[in-house]
C-alpha cells in the first residue's frame, strides 16, 4: 500500500503514462473527509492534458459512453461487458481518463461494475482513478492508496505558508485540533487569521463542519444523544455506555443509524469514532444545556475509586460556576498521567473561587501539561494568569517554552529571573531553573556566563543533600572548570555525576549523566545511563524529556561506532520531539542526522537533512554548526580538503559550541595536515591533547594520538603515533578510519605494512557496512605501489581453492557444484575474497591469482 501525497501523485502519473502508451490501470484513494481525494483527482485531470477526462460523482447523471454503468435493466455482468466495449470504443481517438469520486456512495452492483473494469485495463488506453471514504478500500483487486494523516510537521508547514506571520504563534494549536487533516487545517487557519484565536473544534462556517452537521442532520433524536454520550468521553467503553443509554431511557442499538452514517463504531468493547474530527463536532454541535445534561448522565454510571477523576471531570463540565469543593476533589484525584492531570487542574483552577489558589492550579496544570509534551498547550494555560499573579514557577515554564522554541538568550535570561523569585520559596525549584539557565546559557555559546549561573548554584548548596539534588551541585561544578579550561578539575565533579545516578530513577538526572559521561569520553556508561533515562520517562510519561535522553543515547552510539543503531535512536528521538513540539530538538536531531550521514559518506542523505535543518524558521548555534561540521565531512572524505577546513574554522572557533569544539577536532586536524596547514594542525592538536588526557578515556587519547600522526612532518615519528592510536582504539569505526588514514600515509613508502592496514580497514568497513569508506580503502589498497598481493597469505583454504577455481573460468554455480556448496555461500566467500586482495572483479581476480 502506498503512503503520502507525493507517492499518491507519482502512482497517478505512471498510471497516466501507461494508458497513453496502451497499458492502462486504476487506482483506488480513500481516506477521510478532507484529507485531500478530491484533490488528487484534480491532479490527475490536470496531468491528463492529451486525455478525454470523464468526472463522475454518485449524484451525475451518466453519459455515454457510460451509461451501461447503472443501467439497472441489465444485470451486473451485462452492464460490465457494455462498460468495457464501450470504453474500447471510446478510446479510438485518444486515452481516457475516469475520474470516480466518492464511490463509497454507489451502490454495490454498480461498484462490482466498476471494480469489472479496473481490473482489466492492461492493453487499454484506460486510465481509472476513483476516491472513497474510509479506512478499507470498496473496490476488490484495485490497487489502492490510504491517504494518511498529515504528520505534525507537514502539518506546521501548511500552517506556516497560510499564516506566515502568525503560525509560529497560533500553529501548534491549530494542528492539535486539526488532527492532521488538510481541510481541517486550511478551515482552522482561515478562522484564526480573521480572529486571532483558535477554537476547541472546526469553526461553524468551515467546509468540514458543515458536511459532518448534515450527516447528523439525519440521525434521529434519540442517536444523537447516543452519540453525544459517546463523544463527551474518549475513555467510554461499550459498557458504559450501555449503561448511560439505559439511565437516559434508551438501548445502544439506537447508535445503529451512526454507525451507518459512519460516524461511530463499536467494536471489541470500545466506542471508537474512526474519523477523530467527527467527536468534537459532535460535541460542539450540541447545545450547552444538552452537552450539561450529557455529562451529569456520565457522571451518574462512573462509579468506584478507578473513575473518581472521570466522574470528577464530568461533574465539572456540568457546572455552572464556582465549587470549591469539586475544585479540590479535581486537584486530589489529578493522578499521575500528566495529560489528564493537566486538563483536571485546568478545570479546578475554572472552579476555584480565590484567585491565588486558581493561579497555583492552574500553573499545576501548565506544569503537567509540559511535563507530558503539550508545549502549545502549556503557553496557553499560562496566558491565562493574571499578570499579578504570575509565580516563579510560571516564568519557570515560560522560560522553559523559550528554551524549546530555540530562543536561548531569552530563555537564559527568564530563567534566572525565575531562580530569583523561587530562592526564598522553593529552593530545589531554584536549582531546576538554574541548571536550564546553564542549558540555555551553553546553547546560545555564551559558556563564559556559566560560572556566574554555577556561582548562583553553590550558594544554595547545604549539607545532607539528597542524591538527585547533589548530582545537580557536581554537574554544574565539573562543567564551571571544563568552560573555564581547568580540564583536570573538571573530571572529579562529572565522574561523581554519574556515579550519584546510578542510584536514581530520575529521567532527568540520569539523562544529566549521561551527559556528563559523554563529556568524560565514557561511551559505554553515557550508553547505558541515556537508555534507562529513556525507559524511565517512557514509564512516568515524562515526555518532555524522554527526546533529550534518546538524543544522548543515540551520541553515545555514535561515538562508539555503531551509527545503525544511533540513526535508529536519533529517527526515534526526532518523532518524540515532534511530537512534544520540542522544534529546539528536532533542528538538532536533524543536524546529527547529517553529521552521520556525512561521516558515513553518504552524500544524499546529509544534503537532505541540511535542507531540513536550514528550512526551519530557528536553528540555533548548535544546529548550524553541525549543519557546516557535515558539509565540511563530505567535503574531506570526498578529498575537497581546502573547503572543508574554512568550513571547520566556523565549527572550532573559540566562541562556538565547546562540545562541538572536541567532537569536531579530529576533523579540523585532519583537513589542516591534508591542506599543508601543519601551524594550525600542530595548534588544534595542543588544544585538544589537554582535556583528552585529564578524561583517561581511551577513545579520546586514541583520538590524540592519531591526530599527533596527521600533525607530523616526519613519517617516522607519524608511524609512532598512529601505532599508538591502535593501541588504544577499541574495535570500531574510529578505529578503522585510523588504520585507513595510517595506511594512506604509508602508501608511497612502506608498501608491506600500508597494505595490511588498509586490508584491516577494508573489513572492518565490510563489517559495519559502510559502502563509500570501503571502497575508499579498496582503492587504496589497489594503489599501492608494486601492486602484487600474496595470495596464499590472505586467504583461507577454501577462499584460496574458491579463487583458484574461479580463476580457472568455473561459473559461481560450477563452483558450487564441485564443492558442495550453495551458489550463495560462494558468492559470499568471493565477496571477501575481493575484500582480503582489494580486488573488484573476476577479471582482476583471474589477473592477481594467475600471476
Not at 182 to 197: F, I, N, Q
Not at 199 to 220: E, F, K, V
Not at 566 to 571: D, E, K, P, R, W
Amino acid at each position: 500500500m502506498l503512503r503520502g501525497r507525493a507517492g499518491a501523485k507519482d502512482e497517478i502519473s505512471a498510471i497516466l503514462a501507461g494508458a497513453a502508451a496502451g497499458r492502462g490501470g486504476a487506482l483506488l484513494l480513500h481516506g477521510d473527509p478532507g484529507i485531500g481525494r478530491s484533490a488528487l483527482l484534480r491532479f490527475a485531470a490536470s496531468e491528463a492534458v492529451d486525455f478525454a477526462v470523464v468526472e463522475l460523482s454518485p449524484g451525475d447523471r451518466v453519459s455515454t459512453p457510460f451509461t451501461s454503468l447503472r443501467d439497472r435493466n441489465l444485470d451486473p455482468y451485462a452492464r460490465s461487458i457494455a462498460l468495457l466495449g464501450a470504453v474500447r470504443a471510446g478510446t479510438a481517438r485518444q486515452p481516457l481518463l475516469l475520474c470516480v469520486d466518492d464511490a463509497h456512495d454507489l451502490d454495490r452492483d454498480t461498484l462490482d461494475v466498476l471494480g469489472f473494469l479496473a481490473r482489466r485495463l492492461d492493453h487499454e488506453r484506460v486510465a481509472v482513478i476513483v476516491t472513497c471514504e474510509g479506512a478499507e478500500p470498496v473496490l476488490a483487486g484495485v490497487p489502492h492508496h490510504r491517504l494518511d494523516p498529515l504528520d505534525r510537521d507537514a502539518s506546521r508547514q501548511v500552517i506556516d505558508d497560510l499564516l506566515p506571520e502568525s503560525g509560529a504563534d497560533l500553529g501548534p494549536a491549530i494542528v492539535a485540533v486539526a488532527e492532521g487533516n488538510p481541510r481541517a487545517l486550511v478551515d482552522l487557519a482561515r478562522h484564526a487569521r480573521l480572529t486571532g484565536a483558535v477554537p476547541q473544534t472546526l469553526p461553524p462556517d468551515s467546509h468540514l463542519r458543515r458536511h459532518y452537521r448534515a450527516r447528523l442532520a439525519t440521525l434521529p433524536g434519540h442517536t444523537r444523544w447516543l452519540l453525544l454520550l459517546a463523544a463527551a468521553d474518549p475513555d467510554l467503553d461499550a459498557a458504559e455506555l450501555t449503561r448511560a443509554a439505559l439511565a437516559s431511557g434508551l438501548e445502544v442499538t439506537g447508535l445503529e443509524p451512526a454507525e451507518r452514517a459512519r460516524l461511530v463504531a463499536i467494536t471489541s468493547g470500545e466506542v471508537v469514532f474512526p474519523q477523530p474530527l467527527a467527536r468534537t463536532v459532535v460535541y460542539h454541535e450540541a447545545d450547552p444545556a444538552t452537552r450539561r445534561a450529557v455529562h451529569r448522565t456520565l457522571a451518574g454510571v462512573l462509579t468506584g475509586s478507578r473513575k473518581e477523576l472521570r466522574r470528577n471531570l464530568h461533574l465539572a463540565a456540568a457546572s455552572t460556576g464556582a465549587d470549591a469543593t469539586l475544585a479540590a476533589a479535581l486537584e486530589r484525584t489529578a493522578g499521575s498521567d500528566h495529560g489528564p492531570a493537566s486538563v483536571a487542574l485546568e478545570r479546578a483552577a475554572a472552579l476555584t473561587p480565590d484567585p491565588e489558589a486558581a493561579a497555583r492550579r492552574l500553573v499545576a496544570a501548565a506544569e503537567r501539561a509540559w511535563l507530558g509534551g503539550e508545549p502549545h498547550r502549556t503557553k496557553a494555560l499560562l496566558s491565562r494568569l493574571p499578570n499579578d499573579l504570575v509565580s516563579g514557577t510560571a516564568e519557570f515554564l515560560a522560560g522553559e517554552l523559550e528554551l524549546t522554541a530555540g530562543a536561548a538568550r531569552p530563555a537564559a535570561k527568564t530563567l534566572l529571573r525565575a531562580a530569583a523569585r523561587l530562592t526564598e520559596r522553593d529552593r530545589h525549584r531554584a536549582l531546576a531553573a538554574l541548571q536550564r539557565a546553564g542549558v540555555a546559557a551553553c546553547a546560545a555559546g555564551d559558556y563564559t556566563r556559566y560560572p556566574e549561573i554555577a556561582r548562583r548554584v553553590a550558594a544554595l548548596r547545604q549539607p545532607g543533600e539528597p542524591p538527585a539534588v547533589e548530582l545537580v551541585f557536581e554537574q554544574f561544578a565539573g562543567q564551571a572548570a571544563l568552560f573555564q579550561g581547568r580540564h583536570g578539575a573538571a573530571v572529579g565533579p562529572l565522574k561523581r555525576v554519574f556515579a550519584l545516578a546510578t542510584s536514581l530513577d530520575d529521567a532527568a538526572a540520569l539523562t544529566a549523566a549521561s551527559g556528563a559521561a559523554i563529556l568524560l569520553g565514557d561511551d559505554v556508561r553515557a550508553g547505558r545511563l541515556a537508555t534507562r533515562a529513556a525507559e524511565v520517562a517512557r514509564s512516568t510519561g515524562n515526555r518532555a524529556v524522554l527526546p533529550q535522553a534518546l538524543e544522548f543515547a543515540a551520541v553515545a552510539e555514535f561515538a562508539l561506532g555503531r551509527y545503525p543503531a544511533a540513526t535508529s535512536m536519533l529517527l526515534e528521538g526526532l518523532r518524540a520531539a515532534r511530537e512534544t513540539g520540542q522544534e529546539d530538538l528536532v533542528t538538532t536531531n536533524l543536524a546529527t542526522l547529517a553529521v552521520l550521514a556525512a561521516i558515513s559518506g553518504d552524500r544524499p542523505t546529509c544534503q537532505l537533512r541540511v535542507r531540513e535543518v536550514r528550512s526551519r524558521p530557528r536553528a540555533g548555534l548548535r544546529a548550524t554548526s553541525m549543519v557546516e561540521w557535515a558539509l565540511a565531512t563530505l567535503d574531506l572524505f570526498e578529498g575537497h580538503a581546502a573547503p572543508a577546513l574554512g568550513r571547520l574554522r566556523s565549527v572550532v572557533r573559540a566562541d562556538g559550541d565547546l562540545v562541538l569544539r572536541v567532537a569536531a577536532a579530529p576533523h579540523y586536524i585532519e583537513a589542516a595536515a591534508r591542506s599543508g596547514d601543519r601551524v594550525a594542525a600542530r595548534r588544534a592538536v595542543d588544544a585538544f591533547d589537554p582535556w583528552a588526557s585529564s578524561t583517561r578515556s581511551s577513545g579520546w587519547l586514541a583520538l590524540a594520538a592519531r591526530n599527533r600522526a596527521l600533525a607530523c612532518f616526519d613519517d617516522a615519528e607519524a608511524s609512532e603515533h598512529f601505532e599508538a592510536a591502535l593501541g588504544l582504539h577499541d574495535a570500531g569505526f574510529e578505529r578503522a578510519r585510523t588504520e585507513l588514514l595510517f595506511g594512506e600515509r604509508l602508501r608511497s613508502s612502506h608498501q608491506d605494512s600500508a597494505r595490511r592496514h588498509l586490508r584491516s580497514a577494508l573489513e572492518m568497513f565490510e563489517v559495519y557496512d559502510v559502502g563509500p569508506w570501503r571502497d575508499r580503502a579498496a582503492a587504496a589498497l589497489r594503489g599501492v605501489e608494486g601492486a602484487g598481493v600474496r595470495v596464499e597469505g590472505n586467504l583461507t583454504a577454501q577462499q584460496l581453492q574458491i579463487a583458484r577455481m574461479v580463476a580457472d573460468g568455473a561459473t559461481n554455480q560450477e563452483v558450487a557444484a564441485r564443492l558442495f556448496l550453495s551458489r550463495r555461500t560462494v558468492e559470499y566467500h568471493l565477496r571477501n575474497i575481493y575484500l582480503r586482495l582489494g580486488v573488484r572483479s573476476r577479471v582482476e581476480l583471474v589477473r592477481l591469482v594467475g600471476d
